[in-house]
């Protein structure tokens, strides 16, 4: 596919949407809808985001045999999804100081030690280019109301056999159901 044109169609306060028309193989035209946090793209290299615009955070207690999962009212849903903590990087930030904010604001708990940093992934490439990098670690303290009026989050932490029965009984996110799936599986 060769992307011929890209015309932005909405401008929002967080996402904009786009249409991006390409040219198919056999010299066909194919307009693809999508969105980014991006409010200008114009070009291809636009389009590539090489730089994160999120933070996701997989988390485990002092002992690393609970994981922390969120609870949370998600609007595009209209019900609870069980999903990691994650948020947008500001302006200047480092992912991994953004990951430490984004899990005190969240759920009160200090990110005390980063174990990894897992490079550059998309969120959802079905629709839009946004990036995150994951932030590996391990938090203490005790859990607290989110500080965000306009989310509504109940964090905690579950064991391995906790997990797999959620997996089975509530609606999760992929990336979180995904890494909890094999995570939850995992011998020690």
């Not at 994650?86 to 430490?100: F, R, S, V």
């Not at 005790?142 to 959620?166: D, H």
Request: aromatic letters at 10%; hydrophobic letters at 35%; glycine letters at 6%.
């Amino acid at each position: 596919m060769k992307l011929k044109n890209i015309e932005k169609k909405l401008g929002g306060k967080f996402i904009h949407r786009y249409d991006l028309t390409y040219e198919t193989e056999d010299g066909g035209k194919k307009v693809y809808e999508m969105i980014s946090r991006n409010p200008e793209i114009r070009t291809e290299e636009y389009l590539i985001s090489k730089k994160p615009d999120a933070v996701v955070l997989i988390i485990t207690d002092e002992s690393g045999e609970r994981i922390l999962i969120d609870r949370e009212f998600r609007m595009a849903t209209g019900e609870w999804i069980y999903n990691f903590p994650a948020g947008l990087i500001d302006p200047g930030e480092t992912p991994e100081a953004a990951a430490k904010r984004e899990l005190w604001e969240e759920t009160g708990l200090e990110l005390y030690e980063i174990e990894d940093k897992i490079p550059l992934s998309y969120s959802a490439i079905g629709f839009a280019n946004e990036t995150n990098v994951c932030i590996v670690g391990k938090a203490r303290g005790a859990f607290r109301k989110s500080t965000s009026v306009v989310e509504e989050i109940v964090p905690g932490w579950y064991t391995k056999e906790e997990v797999r029965e959620l997996i089975r009984k509530e609606p999760f996110a992929a990336r979180t159901q995904a890494y909890c799936y094999v995570w939850s599986r995992e011998q020690v």
